[in-house]
C-alpha cells in the first residue's frame, strides 16, 4: 500500500517523506523504529534515520 510519512521535529519543523511511487511493482516508503532512531526507507531503499529524542510527532498516512 502506498503511504506518505511526516515527522514532525521538536524544534518546530517537520520532514516530509511523500509518496512518489516507482516503476515496476508495489514499492513505496517505509517506517521502522530501532535503538532510538525512526528509519524511513524510500522506494529505492536509500534510508534516513532521524533520532527519536528530537521527535515529537510521525504520521502515516496510507493512500489507495
Known amino acids: 500500500m502506498a ?3 511526516v515527522v ?3 524544534d518546530g ?3 516530509d517523506f511523500p509518496h512518489v ?5 508495489s514499492h513505496t516508503k517505509e ?3 530501532d535503538g ?5 526507507t524510500d522506494e529505492y531503499y536509500n534510508e534516513t534515520a532521524i ?5 515529537d ?5 496510507n493512500h489507495r
Open 8 to 10: 514532525y521535529m521538536k
Open 3 to 5: 503511504q506518505s510519512i
Open 31 to 33: 517506517i521502522r523504529y
Open 13 to 15: 519543523t517537520k520532514k
Open 36 to 40: 532510538g532512531f525512526a528509519i524511513i
Open 57 to 61: 510527532e510521525i504520521k502515516k498516512k
Open 51 to 55: 533520532p527519536a529524542q528530537d521527535i
Open 21 to 25: 511511487g516507482r516503476a515496476g511493482g
